[in-house]
């Protein structure tokens, strides 16, 4: 019959209903503004959490990895029995051979005491950690300025340096393209040049410095470590860190005799478990998830009181043949539609403080290496909160439209 109106499709239905939702919201913004102002900042408040709490976790596994090392760092440690000194050239030799033996990329020997340092201030003693050239990619030495050690500094008479920056002020903040120089005092003296500046895992309150463990054992002082205790580190994949423990063990034990003591442990933060962000992560989501509560409260009442004074103009839409699913539809999506614009604003609000230099800065307390970019998760976490949320406000409204007779609407 021409005079029977043609039925839409679903997909016009839906674009339909979206219009009218969208309208709606327009109409009435007023009235449902503070309501989306509180979704808004729950949404930002939610996805800050996210982003930030990423940074924080990126700062804090940087931090424990400078001092423990990369997950997972097995410390190998061999001590004598009977206070004898160790053949140290022996042990390091095989320790280097079990390292090609299983394929393990990065390792170093590892040696923690002190140098007595002639500058022009006279002499310092100085807390010195002698490595190899692997220990920066190990434990992710932050280089503030100059460069790391390089193969080539083996061969160096001048042996190189990296020292802290407060070490590096107490020598008067030389420029190290003049390549500042002082000397090592001990059974042998000899001058060293300062490559690099670095931040040391245990604070910079007092001179530090890292150098190579060749020039270290070359001209060692009294003031260093016996001789009857030796360190290594290697960097291994977590998977594989319980089997090659008792093989490397083994192995470094056979190489260094009788009157030895051979100790393999997991070094890095990975081995204690536990998730250390985790108490923050819970008070802070908890509060945004109240105010996204409340906001939510909010809206339903709003959205209530909108129903109520729209039972007209719902008779009269159902008179005419609106069906009541799509009344419900329709009803529901102005909620959906607010909130979600709600959503998106709060999302472009948290991208602002999640990219913001300074805040990354004081997040990560300016030492991170590697910033994680802004989350997507977290932005797509943020959209269906605040899609949820409309869900939830536009329920009891659209089931209230629909419950409304026709011919006592038409009458209201």
Known sequence: MKGRMKRQSPGAAFVGSLSEAWAEVRIHKTRVLLSLIGVAVAVAAITSVAGLGGIAEQALRESSERSGGRPAMLAINVFSDIGAAIDRAAVTTAFENVAARYKVKYHSSVVNGSREVQSATGALQVNTTAVDVDYLVMHRISMTAGSWFVKSDERRLAPALVVNEAFWRRLGSPDL????????????????????????????????????????????????????????????????????????????????????????????????????????????????????????????????????????????????????????????????????????????????????????????????IDLPPFPIEAAVLGLVCAMAVGVLAGLLPAVAAVRFKVIDAIRY
């Open 177 to 368: 393209r003049t390549h500042p120089t002082v000397k090592l005092l001990g059974p042998h003296p000899v001058s060293a040049v300062i490559t690099g500046i670095a931040g040391m895992p245990y604070g910079n309150d007092q001179p530090a410095m890292y150098l190579l463990t060749s020039a270290f054992a070359s001209a060692a002082s009294s003031s260093s470590p016996g001789q009857d205790q030796l360190q290594f580190e290697a960097w291994v994949p977590p998977s594989l860190a319980t089997a090659l423990s008792p093989l490397i063990r083994r192995d470094v034990l056979a190489a260094a005799g009788s009157g030895v003591t051979v100790q393999v442990n997991r070094n890095d933060y990975l081995a204690y478990g536990g998730d250390q962000l985790g108490p923050v992560k819970i008070v802070v989501g908890g509060v945004a998830g109240l105010v996204l509560f409340l906001g939510a409260l909010s809206l339903v009442n709003i959205s209530l009181v909108t129903v109520r004074q729209r039972i007209r103009e719902i008779g009269i839409r159902r008179s005419f043949g609106a069906t009541a699913g799509r009344v419900f539809f329709a009803v529901m999506m102005e909620s959906v539609v607010a909130t979600l614009v709600a959503g998106a604003a709060g999302v472009a609000v948290s991208v602002a403080i999640v990219e913001n230099p300074w805040v990354q800065g004081k997040i990560s307390q300016g030492n991170t």
